[in-house]
Protein backbone atom coordinates (compact mmCIF):
# COMPACT_ATOMS: atom_id res chain seq x y z
CA UNK A 1 0.00 0.00 0.00
CA UNK A 2 1.31 3.35 -0.86
CA UNK A 3 2.29 5.40 1.38
CA UNK A 4 -0.26 8.14 2.56
CA UNK A 5 2.23 11.41 2.31
CA UNK A 6 3.62 10.23 -1.10
CA UNK A 7 0.45 9.68 -1.93
CA UNK A 8 -0.13 13.67 -1.49
CA UNK A 9 2.81 14.63 -3.30
CA UNK A 10 1.40 12.75 -6.08
CA UNK A 11 -1.83 14.03 -6.03
CA UNK A 12 -0.57 17.89 -5.69
CA UNK A 13 1.76 17.52 -8.70
CA UNK A 14 -1.23 16.36 -10.73
CA UNK A 15 -3.32 18.91 -10.11
CA UNK A 16 -1.29 21.66 -10.20
CA UNK A 17 -0.10 20.08 -13.79
CA UNK A 18 -3.26 19.29 -14.65
CA UNK A 19 -5.54 22.53 -12.83
CA UNK A 20 -7.80 20.31 -11.61
CA UNK A 21 -9.03 20.03 -8.27
CA UNK A 22 -7.14 17.87 -5.39
CA UNK A 23 -10.07 15.49 -4.83
CA UNK A 24 -10.39 15.03 -8.25
CA UNK A 25 -6.52 14.44 -8.96
CA UNK A 26 -6.85 11.30 -5.88
CA UNK A 27 -9.90 9.96 -7.83
CA UNK A 28 -7.69 9.85 -10.86
CA UNK A 29 -4.14 8.31 -8.88
CA UNK A 30 -6.65 5.84 -7.09
CA UNK A 31 -6.98 3.69 -9.87
CA UNK A 32 -6.18 -0.03 -10.54
CA UNK A 33 -3.46 -0.88 -13.99
CA UNK A 34 -3.50 -4.72 -14.84
CA UNK A 35 0.21 -5.30 -16.37
CA UNK A 36 0.90 -8.55 -18.92
CA UNK A 37 3.40 -9.72 -20.19
CA UNK A 38 4.82 -12.48 -22.32
CA UNK A 39 6.41 -14.74 -19.86
CA UNK A 40 8.38 -16.72 -22.52
CA UNK A 41 10.49 -13.22 -22.84
CA UNK A 42 13.17 -12.64 -20.75
CA UNK A 43 13.86 -8.90 -21.70
CA UNK A 44 9.36 -8.39 -21.16
CA UNK A 45 9.54 -9.79 -17.88
CA UNK A 46 12.03 -7.63 -16.37
CA UNK A 47 10.33 -4.49 -18.32
CA UNK A 48 6.93 -5.90 -16.78
CA UNK A 49 8.61 -6.19 -13.16
CA UNK A 50 10.21 -2.40 -12.98
CA UNK A 51 6.94 -0.99 -14.49
CA UNK A 52 5.18 -2.61 -11.68
CA UNK A 53 7.52 -1.05 -9.43
CA UNK A 54 7.48 2.26 -10.95
CA UNK A 55 3.63 2.82 -11.32
CA UNK A 56 2.86 1.29 -7.35
CA UNK A 57 4.95 4.85 -6.64
CA UNK A 58 2.53 6.70 -8.36
CA UNK A 59 -1.45 5.00 -8.52
CA UNK A 60 -2.52 3.13 -5.73
CA UNK A 61 -3.56 -0.48 -7.04
CA UNK A 62 -1.03 -2.26 -9.53
CA UNK A 63 -1.19 -5.52 -10.51
CA UNK A 64 0.92 -8.40 -12.24
CA UNK A 65 -0.52 -10.76 -14.59
CA UNK A 66 -4.36 -10.85 -13.03
CA UNK A 67 -6.61 -13.05 -14.20
CA UNK A 68 -8.40 -10.53 -16.31
CA UNK A 69 -8.45 -6.99 -17.11
CA UNK A 70 -11.87 -5.90 -17.07
CA UNK A 71 -12.12 -4.58 -13.53
CA UNK A 72 -9.11 -2.11 -14.37
CA UNK A 73 -8.72 1.00 -15.33
CA UNK A 74 -5.56 0.58 -17.58
CA UNK A 75 -4.53 -3.07 -19.06
CA UNK A 76 -0.81 -3.17 -20.36
CA UNK A 77 0.28 -5.64 -22.92
CA UNK A 78 4.50 -6.79 -22.95
CA UNK A 79 5.66 -8.74 -25.70
CA UNK A 80 2.99 -9.62 -28.29
CA UNK A 81 1.23 -12.17 -25.92
CA UNK A 82 -1.65 -13.97 -26.98
CA UNK A 83 -3.97 -12.78 -24.72
CA UNK A 84 -8.07 -12.61 -24.90
CA UNK A 85 -8.27 -9.49 -22.09
CA UNK A 86 -8.86 -6.04 -23.28
CA UNK A 87 -5.46 -3.62 -23.47
CA UNK A 88 -5.45 0.01 -23.50
CA UNK A 89 -1.56 0.05 -23.71
CA UNK A 90 1.04 -2.45 -25.48
CA UNK A 91 4.86 -2.70 -25.49
CA UNK A 92 7.06 -4.01 -27.38
CA UNK A 93 10.63 -4.06 -26.54
CA UNK A 94 14.01 -6.30 -28.28
CA UNK A 95 17.34 -5.53 -28.22
CA UNK A 96 17.24 -2.24 -29.64
CA UNK A 97 13.94 -0.82 -30.12
CA UNK A 98 10.98 -0.08 -27.71
CA UNK A 99 7.58 0.53 -29.28
CA UNK A 100 4.60 1.73 -27.11
CA UNK A 101 0.84 2.69 -28.62
CA UNK A 102 -2.95 2.03 -28.44
CA UNK A 103 -2.52 -0.22 -31.13
CA UNK A 104 -1.96 -4.11 -30.76
CA UNK A 105 1.54 -4.44 -31.63
CA UNK A 106 3.43 -8.11 -32.84
CA UNK A 107 5.76 -10.06 -30.04
CA UNK A 108 9.69 -8.42 -30.27
CA UNK A 109 11.67 -11.12 -30.31
CA UNK A 110 15.31 -11.51 -29.89
CA UNK A 111 15.89 -9.96 -26.84
CA UNK A 112 18.38 -12.22 -25.27
CA UNK A 113 21.23 -9.97 -25.72
CA UNK A 114 19.86 -7.04 -23.69
CA UNK A 115 20.83 -5.77 -20.44
CA UNK A 116 17.75 -4.94 -17.35
CA UNK A 117 19.39 -1.51 -17.80
CA UNK A 118 17.73 -1.45 -21.02
CA UNK A 119 14.23 -2.86 -19.63
CA UNK A 120 14.49 -0.24 -16.52
CA UNK A 121 14.96 2.30 -19.32
CA UNK A 122 11.62 0.88 -21.32
CA UNK A 123 9.31 0.87 -18.19
CA UNK A 124 10.53 4.59 -17.26
CA UNK A 125 8.73 5.47 -21.30
CA UNK A 126 6.23 3.15 -20.76
CA UNK A 127 4.77 4.10 -17.26
CA UNK A 128 4.89 7.56 -19.11
CA UNK A 129 2.56 6.60 -21.43
CA UNK A 130 0.28 4.93 -18.95
CA UNK A 131 -0.18 7.63 -17.57
CA UNK A 132 -0.86 9.60 -20.47
CA UNK A 133 -3.78 7.37 -20.96
CA UNK A 134 -4.79 7.75 -17.45
CA UNK A 135 -4.81 11.53 -17.23
CA UNK A 136 -5.94 12.14 -20.66
CA UNK A 137 -5.53 15.14 -22.36
CA UNK A 138 -5.42 17.44 -20.09
CA UNK A 139 -1.66 16.56 -18.95
CA UNK A 140 0.78 19.22 -20.18
CA UNK A 141 2.89 16.52 -22.90
CA UNK A 142 2.68 15.68 -26.60
CA UNK A 143 -0.21 14.26 -27.31
CA UNK A 144 1.04 11.58 -29.79
CA UNK A 145 -0.43 8.16 -28.49
CA UNK A 146 2.63 6.05 -29.84
CA UNK A 147 6.12 6.26 -28.91
CA UNK A 148 9.43 4.34 -30.41
CA UNK A 149 12.84 4.55 -28.93
CA UNK A 150 16.16 3.56 -30.35
CA UNK A 151 18.56 1.76 -27.92
CA UNK A 152 21.51 3.74 -30.07
CA UNK A 153 20.05 6.85 -29.16
CA UNK A 154 20.87 6.45 -25.47
CA UNK A 155 23.80 3.86 -25.47
CA UNK A 156 25.42 4.56 -29.06
CA UNK A 157 26.63 1.51 -30.49
CA UNK A 158 29.16 -0.15 -28.48
CA UNK A 159 28.09 -0.03 -24.99
CA UNK A 160 28.39 -2.56 -22.76
CA UNK A 161 26.33 -2.75 -20.05
CA UNK A 162 27.62 -6.17 -18.14
CA UNK A 163 31.51 -4.76 -18.73
CA UNK A 164 32.78 -4.25 -15.44
CA UNK A 165 34.05 -0.85 -14.73
CA UNK A 166 36.18 1.53 -12.80
CA UNK A 167 34.25 4.23 -10.88
CA UNK A 168 37.50 5.17 -8.75
CA UNK A 169 36.62 7.21 -6.22
CA UNK A 170 33.35 9.05 -6.83
CA UNK A 171 31.27 11.58 -4.98
CA UNK A 172 27.36 11.08 -4.62
CA UNK A 173 26.08 14.84 -3.56
CA UNK A 174 22.34 13.84 -2.69
CA UNK A 175 20.39 10.32 -1.86
CA UNK A 176 16.81 12.48 -2.97
CA UNK A 177 15.28 10.89 -5.77
CA UNK A 178 17.88 11.28 -8.25
CA UNK A 179 20.74 9.92 -6.26
CA UNK A 180 18.53 6.56 -5.56
CA UNK A 181 17.49 6.29 -9.33
CA UNK A 182 21.53 6.59 -10.15
CA UNK A 183 22.70 4.40 -7.06
CA UNK A 184 19.94 1.74 -8.70
CA UNK A 185 20.85 2.05 -12.34
CA UNK A 186 24.66 2.09 -11.73
CA UNK A 187 23.80 -1.37 -9.58
CA UNK A 188 22.66 -2.85 -13.37
CA UNK A 189 25.73 -1.77 -14.78
CA UNK A 190 28.78 -3.75 -12.97
CA UNK A 191 30.84 -1.24 -11.27
CA UNK A 192 34.11 -1.52 -9.14
CA UNK A 193 35.69 1.47 -7.08
CA UNK A 194 34.49 3.40 -4.12
CA UNK A 195 31.36 5.40 -3.89
CA UNK A 196 30.71 8.03 -1.23
CA UNK A 197 27.33 9.20 -0.79
CA UNK A 198 26.50 12.49 1.00
CA UNK A 199 23.57 13.96 2.00
CA UNK A 200 22.01 15.40 5.50
CA UNK A 201 18.37 14.20 5.44
CA UNK A 202 16.61 12.09 6.58
CA UNK A 203 13.81 9.99 4.77
CA UNK A 204 10.54 11.27 5.04
CA UNK A 205 6.79 9.70 3.33
CA UNK A 206 6.82 12.50 0.90
CA UNK A 207 10.18 11.11 -0.20
CA UNK A 208 8.48 7.20 -1.32
CA UNK A 209 6.50 8.43 -4.11
CA UNK A 210 9.73 8.95 -6.22
CA UNK A 211 12.89 7.19 -4.27
CA UNK A 212 13.24 4.16 -5.80
CA UNK A 213 15.09 2.61 -3.00
CA UNK A 214 13.81 3.55 0.02
CA UNK A 215 10.37 2.19 1.82
CA UNK A 216 8.62 2.82 4.30
CA UNK A 217 11.69 0.78 6.97
CA UNK A 218 13.69 3.54 5.50
CA UNK A 219 11.63 6.60 7.66
CA UNK A 220 13.41 9.05 9.85
CA UNK A 221 16.59 7.49 9.04
CA UNK A 222 19.49 9.47 7.31
CA UNK A 223 19.30 9.22 3.42
CA UNK A 224 22.98 8.70 2.44
CA UNK A 225 23.34 5.78 4.86
CA UNK A 226 19.99 3.65 3.73
CA UNK A 227 20.77 4.04 0.34
CA UNK A 228 24.35 3.01 1.23
CA UNK A 229 22.74 -0.22 3.03
CA UNK A 230 20.56 -0.69 -0.21
CA UNK A 231 23.14 -0.63 -2.81
CA UNK A 232 26.03 -3.05 -0.64
CA UNK A 233 24.17 -6.01 -1.46
CA UNK A 234 23.91 -5.71 -5.03
CA UNK A 235 27.47 -3.53 -5.91
CA UNK A 236 29.52 -6.18 -4.29
CA UNK A 237 32.99 -4.67 -6.29
CA UNK A 238 31.98 -1.33 -4.97
CA UNK A 239 33.02 0.29 -1.43
CA UNK A 240 30.12 2.64 -0.10
CA UNK A 241 31.26 4.78 2.20
CA UNK A 242 27.35 6.64 3.52
CA UNK A 243 27.91 10.88 5.05
CA UNK A 244 25.48 12.43 7.29
CA UNK A 245 26.22 15.86 6.36
CA UNK A 246 26.75 17.91 2.91
CA UNK A 247 29.72 16.91 1.23
CA UNK A 248 31.20 20.61 1.12
CA UNK A 249 31.16 19.65 5.55
CA UNK A 250 32.23 15.71 4.83
CA UNK A 251 35.32 15.70 7.69
CA UNK A 252 37.46 13.52 5.31
CA UNK A 253 37.87 15.85 2.76
CA UNK A 254 40.87 17.61 2.33
CA UNK A 255 41.20 20.96 0.60
CA UNK A 256 42.79 20.80 -2.91
CA UNK A 257 42.52 18.14 -5.91
CA UNK A 258 40.58 15.67 -3.44
CA UNK A 259 37.23 15.53 -5.37
CA UNK A 260 38.29 14.02 -8.36
CA UNK A 261 35.14 12.69 -9.61
CA UNK A 262 31.42 13.79 -8.67
CA UNK A 263 27.60 13.09 -9.21
CA UNK A 264 25.38 15.67 -8.68
CA UNK A 265 21.71 15.02 -7.69
CA UNK A 266 21.11 17.71 -5.17
CA UNK A 267 17.66 19.72 -5.03
CA UNK A 268 18.09 23.57 -5.48
CA UNK A 269 19.92 25.40 -8.17
CA UNK A 270 22.17 27.47 -5.54
CA UNK A 271 22.91 23.20 -4.52
CA UNK A 272 24.31 23.17 -7.51
CA UNK A 273 26.23 26.16 -8.34
CA UNK A 274 27.95 26.30 -4.94
CA UNK A 275 28.74 22.53 -5.60
CA UNK A 276 30.98 24.00 -8.60
CA UNK A 277 32.65 25.92 -5.90
CA UNK A 278 34.51 22.76 -4.28
CA UNK A 279 36.55 22.36 -7.58
CA UNK A 280 35.55 19.04 -8.87
CA UNK A 281 37.88 17.58 -11.75
CA UNK A 282 34.73 15.65 -13.25
CA UNK A 283 31.10 16.58 -12.76
CA UNK A 284 27.94 14.29 -14.13
CA UNK A 285 24.69 15.92 -13.13
CA UNK A 286 20.88 15.25 -13.86
CA UNK A 287 17.96 18.04 -12.44
CA UNK A 288 14.22 17.52 -13.32
CA UNK A 289 12.10 20.37 -14.38
CA UNK A 290 8.41 19.10 -12.69
CA UNK A 291 7.22 16.25 -14.65
CA UNK A 292 7.78 17.43 -18.62
CA UNK A 293 11.56 17.17 -18.49
CA UNK A 294 14.95 16.50 -17.04
CA UNK A 295 18.72 18.05 -18.05
CA UNK A 296 21.78 16.15 -18.12
CA UNK A 297 25.48 18.16 -18.02
CA UNK A 298 28.70 17.56 -17.67
CA UNK A 299 32.10 19.25 -17.08
CA UNK A 300 35.39 18.36 -16.69
CA UNK A 301 38.20 20.75 -15.58
CA UNK A 302 40.26 22.38 -17.33
CA UNK A 303 36.82 23.95 -18.31
CA UNK A 304 38.33 25.51 -21.57
CA UNK A 305 35.59 27.94 -22.20
CA UNK A 306 32.64 25.25 -21.50
CA UNK A 307 29.81 25.53 -18.91
CA UNK A 308 30.09 24.49 -15.16
CA UNK A 309 26.94 23.96 -12.68
CA UNK A 310 26.90 27.93 -12.39
CA UNK A 311 26.67 28.62 -15.90
CA UNK A 312 24.00 26.22 -16.23
CA UNK A 313 21.83 26.79 -13.34
CA UNK A 314 22.53 30.44 -12.76
CA UNK A 315 20.32 32.47 -10.62
CA UNK A 316 17.44 34.08 -12.27
CA UNK A 317 14.11 36.00 -11.54
CA UNK A 318 12.15 32.72 -10.85
CA UNK A 319 14.50 31.36 -8.60
CA UNK A 320 14.85 34.46 -6.51
CA UNK A 321 11.12 35.02 -6.42
CA UNK A 322 10.32 31.34 -5.47
CA UNK A 323 13.27 31.87 -2.53
CA UNK A 324 10.85 34.75 -1.49
CA UNK A 325 7.91 33.01 -1.48
CA UNK A 326 9.51 29.82 0.50
CA UNK A 327 11.18 32.24 3.20
CA UNK A 328 7.40 33.69 3.46
CA UNK A 329 5.88 30.46 3.93
CA UNK A 330 7.86 29.25 6.15
CA UNK A 331 8.71 32.21 8.53
CA UNK A 332 12.51 33.21 7.85
CA UNK A 333 14.31 35.58 6.13
CA UNK A 334 15.69 35.33 2.35
CA UNK A 335 19.28 35.16 4.00
CA UNK A 336 18.21 32.12 5.72
CA UNK A 337 17.60 30.43 2.73
CA UNK A 338 20.65 31.46 0.78
CA UNK A 339 22.51 28.80 3.49
CA UNK A 340 20.46 26.58 2.00
CA UNK A 341 20.01 24.10 5.03
CA UNK A 342 17.69 25.37 8.26
CA UNK A 343 19.81 26.84 10.93
CA UNK A 344 18.76 26.54 13.91
CA UNK A 345 18.13 30.03 14.86
CA UNK A 346 15.52 29.64 11.53
CA UNK A 347 14.10 26.60 13.04
CA UNK A 348 13.55 28.43 16.01
CA UNK A 349 11.64 30.74 14.25
CA UNK A 350 9.83 28.25 11.99
CA UNK A 351 8.74 26.11 14.93
CA UNK A 352 7.30 29.39 16.25
CA UNK A 353 4.84 29.63 13.29
CA UNK A 354 4.27 26.55 12.98
CA UNK A 355 3.57 24.65 16.35
CA UNK A 356 3.48 21.19 15.29
CA UNK A 357 7.19 20.68 14.06
CA UNK A 358 10.05 21.24 16.40
CA UNK A 359 13.72 22.47 15.91
CA UNK A 360 15.30 19.26 16.15
CA UNK A 361 13.58 17.57 13.72
CA UNK A 362 13.66 20.56 11.30
CA UNK A 363 17.12 21.93 12.17
CA UNK A 364 20.11 20.73 9.09
CA UNK A 365 17.23 19.74 6.66
CA UNK A 366 17.41 21.68 3.13
CA UNK A 367 14.55 24.63 2.50
CA UNK A 368 13.51 23.31 -0.22
CA UNK A 369 13.19 19.76 1.10
CA UNK A 370 10.98 21.09 4.07
CA UNK A 371 9.14 23.53 1.79
CA UNK A 372 8.10 20.18 -0.13
CA UNK A 373 7.58 18.11 2.85
CA UNK A 374 5.09 20.70 3.96
CA UNK A 375 3.64 21.60 0.87
CA UNK A 376 2.67 18.01 0.77
CA UNK A 377 1.24 17.48 3.90
CA UNK A 378 -0.65 20.56 3.42
CA UNK A 379 0.17 22.65 6.42
CA UNK A 380 1.92 25.57 4.96
CA UNK A 381 0.22 28.84 5.75
CA UNK A 382 0.99 31.08 2.81
CA UNK A 383 -1.68 32.96 0.18
CA UNK A 384 -0.43 30.77 -2.68
CA UNK A 385 1.20 27.38 -2.07
CA UNK A 386 3.31 27.45 -5.00
CA UNK A 387 4.73 23.79 -4.43
CA UNK A 388 8.23 22.85 -5.74
CA UNK A 389 7.14 19.88 -7.49
CA UNK A 390 7.92 16.60 -6.96
CA UNK A 391 7.47 14.65 -10.26
CA UNK A 392 6.42 11.11 -10.14
CA UNK A 393 8.57 8.16 -9.85
CA UNK A 394 9.18 7.66 -13.81
CA UNK A 395 10.50 10.77 -14.26
CA UNK A 396 13.18 11.14 -11.72
CA UNK A 397 14.05 7.56 -12.47
CA UNK A 398 14.38 7.71 -15.82
CA UNK A 399 16.71 11.04 -15.34
CA UNK A 400 18.68 9.00 -12.91
CA UNK A 401 19.32 6.16 -15.52
CA UNK A 402 20.22 8.51 -18.21
CA UNK A 403 23.10 9.75 -15.88
CA UNK A 404 24.23 6.22 -14.94
CA UNK A 405 24.54 5.66 -18.77
CA UNK A 406 26.39 8.59 -19.37
CA UNK A 407 29.01 7.99 -16.65
CA UNK A 408 29.65 4.52 -17.79
CA UNK A 409 29.80 5.57 -21.26
CA UNK A 410 31.88 8.78 -20.52
CA UNK A 411 34.62 6.89 -18.43
CA UNK A 412 35.01 4.08 -20.38
CA UNK A 413 35.09 5.80 -23.57
CA UNK A 414 36.77 9.02 -22.76
CA UNK A 415 37.58 9.98 -26.57
CA UNK A 416 33.65 11.01 -27.04
CA UNK A 417 33.01 12.71 -23.90
CA UNK A 418 33.50 16.02 -25.65
CA UNK A 419 30.93 15.85 -28.27
CA UNK A 420 27.89 17.19 -25.74
CA UNK A 421 27.88 18.68 -22.13
CA UNK A 422 24.32 19.26 -21.82
CA UNK A 423 20.97 17.52 -22.92
CA UNK A 424 17.33 18.12 -22.40
CA UNK A 425 15.24 14.76 -22.45
CA UNK A 426 11.48 13.83 -22.01
CA UNK A 427 9.93 11.07 -20.03
CA UNK A 428 6.95 11.31 -23.02
CA UNK A 429 8.73 11.45 -25.94
CA UNK A 430 11.86 9.74 -27.86
CA UNK A 431 15.44 11.45 -26.63
CA UNK A 432 16.45 13.24 -29.59
CA UNK A 433 19.69 13.44 -30.69
CA UNK A 434 20.35 16.69 -32.02
CA UNK A 435 19.25 18.07 -28.86
CA UNK A 436 22.78 17.69 -27.46
CA UNK A 437 24.62 20.55 -27.32
CA UNK A 438 27.98 21.86 -26.21
CA UNK A 439 27.32 24.88 -23.99
CA UNK A 440 29.85 27.91 -23.73
CA UNK A 441 30.18 29.25 -20.36
CA UNK A 442 28.21 31.81 -19.31
CA UNK A 443 29.01 35.83 -19.51
CA UNK A 444 29.12 36.47 -16.05
CA UNK A 445 29.14 33.33 -14.26
CA UNK A 446 30.17 33.61 -10.69
CA UNK A 447 32.08 30.64 -10.72
CA UNK A 448 34.09 31.12 -14.52
CA UNK A 449 34.45 34.99 -13.88
CA UNK A 450 35.96 34.52 -10.41
CA UNK A 451 39.72 35.98 -10.86
CA UNK A 452 40.84 33.28 -8.64
CA UNK A 453 38.37 29.68 -9.57
CA UNK A 454 38.94 30.52 -13.35
CA UNK A 455 42.47 29.54 -12.39
CA UNK A 456 42.53 27.39 -9.42
CA UNK A 457 40.22 24.64 -11.09
CA UNK A 458 42.32 24.30 -13.79
CA UNK A 459 45.72 24.45 -12.12
CA UNK A 460 44.44 21.48 -9.56
CA UNK A 461 43.71 19.30 -12.20
CA UNK A 462 45.83 19.83 -15.38
CA UNK A 463 48.94 17.76 -15.37
CA UNK A 464 50.34 20.05 -17.86
CA UNK A 465 49.55 23.30 -15.83
CA UNK A 466 49.80 22.07 -12.08
CA UNK A 467 50.22 25.11 -9.70
CA UNK A 468 53.33 24.87 -6.98
CA UNK A 469 52.87 23.54 -3.86
CA UNK A 470 54.53 26.87 -2.33
CA UNK A 471 51.28 28.65 -4.78
CA UNK A 472 48.53 26.14 -3.05
CA UNK A 473 49.53 26.17 0.40
CA UNK A 474 48.58 29.88 0.68
CA UNK A 475 45.44 29.15 -0.68
CA UNK A 476 44.73 25.95 1.61
CA UNK A 477 43.80 28.58 4.74
CA UNK A 478 41.31 30.73 2.45
CA UNK A 479 39.73 27.37 0.71
CA UNK A 480 39.09 26.12 4.40
CA UNK A 481 37.31 28.43 5.59
CA UNK A 482 34.86 29.21 2.92
CA UNK A 483 34.62 25.39 1.41
CA UNK A 484 30.65 25.80 0.32
CA UNK A 485 30.71 29.54 0.61
CA UNK A 486 30.69 32.09 -2.37
CA UNK A 487 33.74 31.91 -4.30
CA UNK A 488 34.22 35.75 -4.12
CA UNK A 489 35.80 35.50 -0.89
CA UNK A 490 38.36 33.72 -2.36
CA UNK A 491 40.17 36.74 -3.47
CA UNK A 492 42.37 36.82 -1.23
CA UNK A 493 44.14 34.33 -3.27
CA UNK A 494 45.89 36.44 -5.80
CA UNK A 495 45.64 35.40 -10.03
CA UNK A 496 48.66 36.41 -10.58
CA UNK A 497 49.92 33.26 -8.08
CA UNK A 498 48.26 30.87 -10.23
CA UNK A 499 50.23 31.72 -13.31
Request: glycine content about 6%; charged content about 25%; hydrophobic content about 45%.
Amino acid sequence: MMNEQAFKENIKTLAQLVGLEEREAASLLDSKIAVFANESDRLSCELADFLVLLLRRTVTGVYRNPAASDDFDVSVKIGGIAREQRADVFVAISDTCLIIGRDELEASGGSAGSSPIWALTGACYSAAQVMKFLVGEALPVPADGSLTVRAADIFGNSFDAGEPFDIGTTWLAGAGAIGNAFVYALSLLNPYGVLHIADPDRVDGGNLNRCICFCDDDLLHNKAERLAEWAAPRMPSVKLIPHSKVLAKVPECTDGAWLQRMVVAVDSRLARRNLQNELPGEVFDASTTDIREFVLHFNRQPLKGSACLSCIYFNDAAEDAHSIHVAEALGVDIKDIRQQFVSASAAAKIAAKYAYVTVEEIKGLAYDTLFKQMCGEGKLVASEDRQVFAPFAFVSVLAGVFLAIEFKRRLTNPAGENTYNYWKVSPWSAPVSRGKRMRRARPGCQHCSDPVLGKLGPALWDETNRISAQTFSRSVPIMREVRGVSASRMTEVHPEDLK
